[in-house]
């Protein structure tokens, strides 16, 4: 037995299946492909203390979520020389939580027209989307979702074999007179999970070069054009400089500036801030949504069906406070009449818990039986997220961020834009698409099942554009030798900041100022406190104390990167909801409760009068801060109102908006 | 060789009978050069469950399997396990709501 073992274990170690990292003590963790081109040069232009790597690529993508992925193997595709920069690798992103579906008009359940979901969007958005993006991804909804099947993804399907359809979202049919369309479609229950691993498993085909746990920093821009980015390889410390001629932002929401939010903890506005930090402005940062009933510190979102099957809210009090904001619906109101309750009851003092910042959603006071039977695994999901036994204590609960409808300002074609002497201008060399980009399909309200499609819609929407606009192996533009410095210099000011405050310290003041001044509850003098209050949390962050003065897989320092991108995000959001004066969509004011277009759409449109631009708010915000000072400017810019094509469809013109 | 030997003597102190023996030995020898599946069922076929072990009673999902993934109401075929997850306006399941 023995002499037989010994056998093994020397045809072990002689094989060549082992790791060259175990045998020799010189570590290279980057596979270099035999015979790939890689441009990477070492240089010491812009430090001589840390390690600079150069690279020269056609195109890079920041973010490999849903819209990273496409936009990086659909510019594969294409034949241009790609990277892919990513904090995380490809499947851990936060596309792989979105488990709805994807709306398109497929017409497999009834008869079905884009244009319907094309009104519906619209209608959705509160009239602040531009109709020209919302009729290009309406329109190019079914060949994405056929595109997506195609890749090989598990849609799930009728007797006919056809891609099955639920009703889901407001989606409507006949432009919103012929009852509830039927056009989400899904993957069991794990839709983003899915299109996520599909998405990535279709790029490895192609050759992506995946830059995995590189945080970008910054963007290289000379003379108003994008010409790359800046990354520090979280592994081993070294900065890398990609040159390209095209980057694509696709780097995910900010969910986390606030509380409470159901986003991942790496969902923090990295390529927000670095376009707000290379002096470009973001659009429409106030419109955040958020769901009434959120897990007290675990995020997760709580159905509405359990208020619905007789579950109530309760006040520290035991009070069922409800009655007192809407008498008639009481529990079963609209999400944002209930997440405005909630939020003056612990704004007045009613709120449980030790830090009185939550209220209670009760349910034990409905038989068990009817519980498991109608809302079938509830009791496993409060017992590990809220650590309660939903049939003897209720669930704390809070408002919760779930999605940001603001991002980087871009045109139907994904092309980064800004708005000066009254036009909009493209950014050479930049792109977005995603949940960070504002294609502002979604406007003021986004739908549900809306967002994957605007992932992979404009994901491909980017590739085709560089792909209609550049060729592959064009010659770079010059860049600055010293390109990047500042960057490199701010890293080592975090790296060895000792100030007195924590980065885990400041960071939970920003959000919880955030949850208290700028979450549901919006009235002028709430934001402006709030205002007051970022603006003196922003100025701590000269005072910020880090531990770890490493250079490998420094945590520290990247979280504390990420709580800059935050402070950023989180000032232009306070700041553009104090400024706007009307409520529309999911931004809610108690002092200005009405939407306030050029025309009061409530009225006979007839006799009216034209309101100037200045005076109404039917128009996206366009913020920019000084990431010196943190003084927030906030500029105007016209919704676009007509679609792409007025005979394939025509625009709809603004009405009110009610369900 | 010395294999054999082990096999043979295992063998030997499990069963008494001579001519058993010699089927089981001839068994023992076939199933260890893999050219017949042995019929005889395993003496032990589960491990033996230890202190820390889960039952696996506890794990069970509360959604259950449609018959054949099937959705016997909608016809649906690869959907959501459970009810409808958009019965209440917004995707439900398991009383948590991802999308709405």
């Known amino acids: ?659 | 060789m010395s294999l054999l030997s082990v096999c043979a003597s295992a063998s030997k102190r499990l069963v008494t009978h001579a001519l058993f023996v010699e089927s089981a030995f001839t068994g023992y020898l076939r199933t260890a050069s893999g050219a017949v599946k042995d019929k005889e069922p395993l003496r032990k076929a589960k491990t033996p469950q230890g202190r820390f072990d889960m039952n696996d009673e506890k794990t069970k999902d509360p959604l259950e399997k449609f018959p054949d993934d099937v959705n016997p109401a909608t016809k649906e075929q690869g959907g959501p396990r459970g009810p409808e997850p958009t019965r209440y306006g917004d995707w439900e399941r398991k009383g948590r709501c991802v999308d709405f």
């Open chain 1, 1 to 659: 037995m023995a002499s037989i073992s010994r056998v093994l274990t020397k045809r072990v170690l002689s094989s060549k299946a082992l790791p060259v990292a175990a045998q020799c003590s010189s570590r290279s963790f980057h596979f270099s492909i035999y015979g790939k081109k890689d441009y990477a040069k070492v240089s010491d232009d812009i430090s001589t203390q840390y390690p600079v790597v150069d690279h020269e690529f056609d195109a890079v993508v920041v973010g490999a979520g849903g819209a990273g992925l496409r936009a990086a193997f659909g510019l594969s595709e294409a034949g241009f020389n790609t990277a892919c920069i990513t904090k995380l690798f490809p499947t851990r992103s936060h596309t792989v939580a979105a488990q709805g579906g994807i709306n398109a008009a497929l017409g497999n359940m009834e008869g079905d027209d884009w244009r319907w979901h094309f009104y519906d969007t619209v209608k959705g958005s509160d009239w602040l989307g531009d109709q020209d993006a919302i009729h290009y991804m309406t329109e190019q909804a079914p060949a994405a979702v056929v595109e997506l099947e195609n890749f090989g993804m598990p849609f799930s399907r009728t007797e006919d074999g056809k891609i099955y359809q639920r009703a889901f979202g407001g989606q409507s049919l006949q432009f919103g007179k012929g009852g509830q369309a039927h056009r989400c479609c899904c993957v069991a229950d794990r839709t983003g999970h899915s299109l996520l691993h599909t998405l990535y498993g279709r790029s490895l085909r192609y050759d992506t070069s995946y830059f995995v746990e590189y945080f970008a920093l910054d963007l290289l821009m000379e003379d108003g054009e994008c010409r790359g980015v800046i990354a520090l390889c979280m592994e081993d410390g070294s900065i890398h400089r990609f040159r390209s001629k095209n980057t694509v932002i696709a780097t995910g929401g900010y969910g986390r500036t606030y509380f409470s939010c159901t986003s991942a903890h790496t969902s923090t506005g990295d390529g927000n801030a670095m376009v707000t930090r290379a002096g470009l402005p973001c659009q429409d940062m106030e419109f955040v949504q958020f769901h009434p009933t959120g897990i007290y510190g675990a995020g997760c979102l709580i159905t509405e069906g359990c208020r619905g099957e007789g579950g109530i809210l309760i006040n520290s009090e035991g009070e069922r406070f409800m009655e007192r904001y809407a008498p008639n619906a009481k529990d079963l109101a609209s999400r944002d009449v209930v997440s405005r309750s909630m939020t003056i009851e612990i704004r007045e003092g009613r709120g449980c818990g030790p830090e009185k910042d939550h209220v209670y959603l009760q349910l034990h006071h409905l038989p068990p039986q009817q519980l498991a039977t109608r809302l079938p695994g509830i009791s496993e999901t409060a017992m590990i997220f809220a650590g309660v036994d939903v049939t003897k204590e209720p669930i704390p609960v809070l408002p919760t961020v779930h999605y940001n409808m603001g991002g980087v300002p871009t045109n139907y074609k994904g092309q980064v834009i800004t708005h000066t002497e009254g036009e909009d201008k493209v950014v050479p060399g930049l792109y977005a698409c995603g949940e960070a980009a504002c294609a502002s399909v979604h406007g003021a309200n986004r739908l549900g099942a809306n967002s994957l499609l605007d992932l992979v819609v404009f994901g491909r929407a980017c590739a085709l554009t560089i792909a209609d606009t550049c060729t592959p192996g064009e010659k770079l533009s010059p860049l600055k030798p010293s390109a990047g410095e500042e960057s490199v210099a701010n890293l080592d000011k975090i790296r060895f900041a000792n100030g007195n405050t924590r980065t885990s310290e400041i960071r939970l003041n920003m959000q919880r100022t955030m949850q208290n001044h700028a979450a549901v509850f919006r009235t002028g003098d709430v934001l402006k406190e709030g205002c007051d209050k970022m603006d003196a949390i922003y100025q701590t962050m000269e005072d910020i104390k880090t531990f770890d003065r490493g250079i490998v897989w420094n945590t520290d320092l990247v979280e504390s990167l990420e709580l800059q991108n935050l402070m950023l995000n989180a000032m232009q959001t306070i700041h553009s909801a104090e400024a706007r004066r009307e409520s529309r969509g999911a931004h809610s004011r108690e002092d200005y409760k009405d939407r306030m277009d050029e025309l009061d759409y409530a009225r006979p449109l007839a006799g009216q009068e034209r309101k100037p631009f200045e005076q109404h708010w039917r128009k996206h915000t366009m913020s920019s801060v000084d990431p010196k000072t943190g003084k927030v400017a906030l500029e105007y810019r016209p919704v676009i109102d007509t679609s792409l094509d007025q005979e394939a469809c025509s625009a709809i013109p603004p009405a009110i908006r009610s369900y």
